[in-house]
């Protein structure tokens, strides 16, 4: 049996890419969650090579997804950007929810950035707040690593600290030094495409869940089972269900991410700066 989303599959869909951006090689990839896009617009020397151009890549479907791969510079890093990602809400298996990451992995960055739009459920949460994950809830019902083993991959992969500790460090620092707050927290990621109800939001919190969302699990296991190291970053977009009692839009979802994204975008980019290979480790 063939496997769709293979590491050979990743490999043609990364050829496809190398022909139009040519002799750069990203170090590591982004994957830009709702409304947070803007960022692609900040990536030096850039090249948009849309979802469709991409052997393998279904276009986006998601309003406040703009569907396209970008290479270029950013923080003095070569990096790959994905502005718009594929969801198992929208009907996809997890493994092509996924898929980008081999991708990213298939053009050399063994280093990734997630981020998404995620509901706020611990208290210590305001909407408007960036949180760093530290370790996320698979609720999602899937795993992408479900099917014929890939020789590219662990077969088990070790999910402890699947969110590096050392660019954790980064993160802190990064925040610490431009001033920004940066909460910490467990992301559970659920199927959607609903938002929750109040009482499953009150059951993520007893959990230990401190956002929920509906993304980004699945990259994370393959990153993991494809040894790559890991940060994450969720904007809290809106207080998840039950927790103020307001209704849940994803209108609201796009307009904090837009009142939020100068801030996410120098945490990024300072991010990548200062986590240029030498210095990995570097307390600064
Ligand atoms: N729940 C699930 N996904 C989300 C939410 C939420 O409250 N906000 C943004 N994405």
Redesign the pocket.
């Known amino acids: 049996m063939s496997i769709k989303y293979s590491a050979e599959a990743a490999g043609r869909a990364a050829a496809a890419i190398n022909e139009r951006v040519g002799s750069r090689h990203a170090t590591i990839g982004i994957v830009l969650g ?1 409304g947070l896009g803007g960022l692609s617009k900040t990536i030096d020397d850039a090249v948009r090579i849309p979802f469709g151009d991409i052997p393998g890549f279904p276009d986006a479907t998601v309003v406040g997804h703009e569907g396209a791969v970008i290479v270029g510079a950013l923080g003095g890093r070569e990096v790959v950007a994905l502005s718009g990602r594929f969801h198992v809400y929208e009907g996809h298996p997890a493994a092509l929810a996924a898929f980008p990451v081999r991708v990213f992995h298939a053009l050399g960055a063994h280093e990734l950035f997630v981020s998404n ?3 706020g459920i611990s208290p210590k949460l305001a909407v408007g707040d960036l949180m760093m994950i530290s370790d996320h809830l698979n609720l999602m019902g899937t795993n992408p690593l479900v099917g014929e083993h890939q020789d590219s991959d662990l077969r088990f992969p070790d999910m402890t600290d699947a969110y590096d500790p050392g660019f954790r460090r980064i993160l802190r620092t990064t925040a610490e030094r431009l001033g920004i707050i940066l909460r910490e927290g467990v992301y559970a990621g ?1 199927l ?1 495409p609903s ?2 109800t109040p009482s499953e939001v009150k059951m993520l919190r007893l959990l230990g869940a401190d956002a ?3 993304s980004t699990v699945p990259e994370v296991i393959v990153a993991r089972a494809l040894r790559m190291r890991v940060a994450g970053v969720s904007c809290i ?2 207080a ?2 039950g927790v103020t009692g307001a209704a ?1 839009s994803h209108a609201e ?1 796009l307009e904090t991410t837009n009142r939020v994204s100068a801030t996410f975008e120098s945490l990024v980019t300072e991010f990548l700066s200062r986590s240029a290979a030498p210095q990995l480790t570097a307390v600064r």
């Open positions: 709702s739009a995620a509901g659920l959607g938002y929750e929920v969302g509906m977009t809106n998840a269900a849940l979802v």
